[in-house]
């Protein structure tokens, strides 16, 4: 089966090539060739490398052509953000595909009524990217469930894997907050650490989507969030950090004005969007069509990328001590 990867380099294709090809899959990865995968493995020499910048071939309107032309079985499609741009690939690929995969987020969301939140469950995005990414989810819906377009769709929730930057407990990527928690210094929290977060190591995204090629018949028109088993809170997540430290969390909690001051424009942005959508999902649909398990609970999957970090990455120095 031959499978066309479009963004195949990235956080997700690093560990969803490796896992296609090991299981025998014939994977074509398309790219600009601007980035390695960030990690190494042996799986990426039986790998076809196709260099296209899908930017510059949609505006010359050829992207779908020359994905068509690789004449794949499957096409997964890692990133796109507008419905055009989705639009200009299935309209080259009806008829020609058995299966196509776009990668969404749970974002497309918005708020939660309820959690944790089904696929079932209304959608209420908001900001560009969130809105644009349903919009693209209800064209391929709509396509899929009228028999024209074999379409699946999932939706990860934070990324993480090792060598990779991860929302922290502070809901940003300020390398300070873990510091703060590995010295027990204080460390302020908007509200009282109740908002949640919710993550999924790349490993288990590369899981999910292949669980949807091999359960094609659940898989096809519908949707599927990724993310690990449970959703963590701010303060739990915080706890578990400087306990993994040695330290007992030196939390203070403060209202939203006051948390702001001091904080660069960027960790306030990130922190509010991910507070104010405060995601908690169900896997239950994926673990019943697609046999969904993931390997990492979601501080799992942290602790893997923190131990990284404090290796290698820009928290060197930091003495992880306990385990997860
Ligand atoms: N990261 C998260 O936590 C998160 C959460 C929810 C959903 N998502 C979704 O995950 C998807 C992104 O996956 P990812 O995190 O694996 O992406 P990523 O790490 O940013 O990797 C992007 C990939 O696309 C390639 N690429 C970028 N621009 C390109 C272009 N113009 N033409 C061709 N290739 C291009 C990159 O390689 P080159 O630079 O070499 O071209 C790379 O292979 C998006 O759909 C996003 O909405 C991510």
Redesign the pocket.
């Given at each position: 089966m031959k499978t066309v990867i479009?963004?195949?380099?990235?956080?997700?294709?690093?560990y969803?090539v490796p896992r296609l090809v090991e299981a025998g899959i014939e994977v074509i990865?398309?790219?600009?060739?601007?980035?390695?995968?960030?990690h190494a493995h042996g799986a990426w020499q039986w790998v076809e490398r196709v260099?296209?910048?899908?930017?510059?071939?949609e505006e010359e309107g050829s992207f779908g052509t020359q994905i068509a032309r690789l004449e794949p079985d499957v096409v997964i499609?890692?990133?796109?953000?507008a419905k055009d741009s989705t639009a200009q690939l299935v309209e080259a690929l009806e008829g020609r595909v058995q299966q196509f995969i776009?990668?969404?987020?749970?974002?497309t969301y918005g708020y939660s009524e309820a959690v944790p939140t089904t696929e079932a469950d209304g959608k209420r995005p908001w900001g560009d990217?969130g809105v644009q990414?349903k919009e693209i989810e209800d064209y391929l819906m709509d396509k899929a469930r009228r028999g024209n377009f074999p379409a699946a769709v999932f939706?990860?929730?934070?990324?993480?894997g090792p060598g990779?930057g991860f929302?922290n407990p502070a809901a940003n990527r300020d390398p300070e907050v873990i510091r703060k928690l590995a010295s027990g210094a204080e460390l302020d929290l908007p509200h009282f650490g109740l908002a949640t977060l919710h993550?999924?190591h790349?490993a288990d995204?590369a899981q999910l989507c292949h669980g949807m090629m091999t359960h094609w018949g659940q898989a096809v028109g519908e949707s599927f969030n990724?993310v690990s088993e449970r959703a963590i809170t701010l303060r739990g997540y915080a706890d578990a950090v400087a306990r993994w430290f040695g330290k007992e969390a030196n939390l203070k909690f403060v209202d939203w004005q006051q948390w702001q001051e001091g904080k660069s424009a960027e960790d306030i942005r990130l922190t509010d969007d991910h507070i104010s959508h405060s995601p908690s999902h169900s896997i239950e649909k994926a673990k019943r069509l697609l046999e969904y398990r993931p390997r990492y609970t979601s501080l799992e999957a942290i602790y893997e990328a923190l131990d990284w970090d404090t290796k290698y990455g820009e928290l060197q120095g930091l003495e992880l001590g306990g385990t997860c």
């Open positions: 479009i963004g195949a380099t990235g956080h997700i294709g690093t969803l990865a398309v790219s600009r060739g601007h980035r390695a995968p960030y260099e296209i910048d899908r930017e510059a071939a499609d890692l990133i796109s953000y776009h990668c969404g987020t749970i974002w990217y990414k939706h990860p929730g934070h990324i993480v990779w929302i993550h999924i790349a995204v990724a």
